[in-house]
DNA sequence: CCTACTTTTGACCATTTGGTCAATTATGCG
DNA sequence: CGCATAATTGACCAAATGGTCAAAAGTAGG
């Protein structure tokens, strides 16, 4: 996760045809930073991080709106302002594409969970734990659905990413949850599937905005609305946890 | 909708090549029971309703499998054990065939609302909505993620009936939801995101039950673990409402 | 049996689509 | 400059797919 970049290096070239392909999703899973102790204008790769990364949110956009089998690469690629063979020159092949939305989302999704730990106060660490996941949900909602979407469709590209980074993550925070009630700081709730719920209520603003919008008559949230829907989720949610 | 079944008429024959397709969907739409008042044994149109039901629930396993765009009408054939001409000939089209999967899932989607009413006991009508949308979320796992699939994608078949039939209808709920708070009857919830919350939480074990197997670590829910899910969302929402 | 119909089905087609290639152009470096 | 490597892109292809057709096979009523 925090493996520091590959730097400019000639990419381990095989007959070429073949090696192209491959690792520019190693290259977005740190792309976070490492600018730092490079050599001075370090701009050779800087360039190829730009272009995953135009790449990756333009399939973000297209895989959300017509999930994987829907997609076309031709349409990824007109989203991103670029030639076909192009998307295939930093990603393999559409599959690979797709891993690297999923895994550039997992990382956000995970993050707001790190406020659960058993030395916060309940009520503080889930408000805050929900307020985020709705955030992220009006903040990146293309994300949510192609996460959404394969999960939908039975996750063939991630079950294995669920039991063994999800699931060992859960078993931690889940166990935090137990304990704050064991401590009677809230009510006895089943910690698992709060986590569900929680999920469920927040991503359902991203996930189902279409119905949400056509219900409430609106074309989409603005501001108001969505610092309503939070509101309502979060004091539902804390109250249905004994925490009001 | 309760409009009788148009018996084994001709079919206003055109020049056939253009008349087969069109109102198969029409058929499914009012084909629970008018079984009723026909002649003797009616079984010419009998095995056209076999059929239509046997293709509209294959392509609802399929389509909930891979979402419109992967879903292949070969593959749909195959799973409702028929050639692939003899779909063309029900449902003119795939987008029709997706069409009239849609359209039997509202139906059924929409019914657990009915209990939902202002003479109704808050705390009961309530948990028993929700009951019965987790039940039908365990019981028809496919047809909630064809609907959660149209969702994510934009809605691009049902964006009309969204505002035409399930807006008007949760009007009227949200009324009575607001007509319990200002009797003081539960507490002053945002009855609108009240639904939007009761449905993602129940929606959710169909939707994404491979993340909560995979996080609870088991294959499938069986009775018990259904029966504790179902516990939870009732006592958490319950309790959120003010009415535990 | 015969006529008029609905239904069934194998063979077929035009289009779309993921992916490839080879040729070409940038780019870094000695 | 000149070499080597990375990046770009127009042209292409084989496979898959939605949809069609016409011939054949039921089926009901006269």
Redesign the pocket.
């Known amino acids: 996760m925090a493996a520091a970049r590959p730097d400019p290096q ?2 381990r ?1 095989a007959t ?2 073949r090696a192209k392909r491959a690792d520019a999703v190693a290259t977005l899973r740190g792309a976070a930073g490492p600018r730092s102790a490079e050599k001075g204008g370090a ?2 790769w800087r360039k ?1 991080v730009a ?1 995953e990364t135009t790449i990756v949110q333009a399939a973000e956009r297209v895989f959300a709106g017509a999930g994987f089998g829907g ?4 349409e990824i690629a007109k989203a991103a302002g ?5 998307l ?2 930093y990603f ?4 690979a594409l797709y891993r690297a939305v999923l895994e550039r989302t997992l990382r956000e999704w995970l993050e707001p969970a790190d406020c659960i730990v058993a030395t916060a106060e309940p009520r503080e660490a889930l408000e805050r734990y929900i307020r985020e996941k709705m955030r992220l949900s009006f903040a990146r909602p293309y994300a949510s659905r192609v996460w959404a979407n394969e999960l939908l469709h039975g996750a063939p590209e991630l079950r294995t990413t669920l039991v063994r980074t999800l699931r060992p993550l859960m078993r931690r925070k889940v166990a935090v949850i137990d304990q704050w009630i064991a401590e009677g700081r809230m009510a006895p709730v089943d910690s698992s599937h709060l986590f569900f719920t929680i999920w469920a209520a927040t991503q359902t603003y991203a996930d189902f905005e279409v119905q949400i919008c056509a219900v409430l008559g609106c074309a989409s949230l603005d501001r108001a609305a969505q610092a309503r829907a939070t509101q309502h989720v979060v004091s539902l949610i804390l109250r249905g946890c004994g925490l009001s």
Chains 1, 2 share one sequence.
């Not at 393999?92 to 599959?95: A, I, P, V, W």
């Open positions: 000639p990419r070239a070429r045809s701009q050779p190829r272009h997609a076309t690469m031709a670029l030639p076909k063979p192009n295939h020159y393999g092949s559409k599959q």
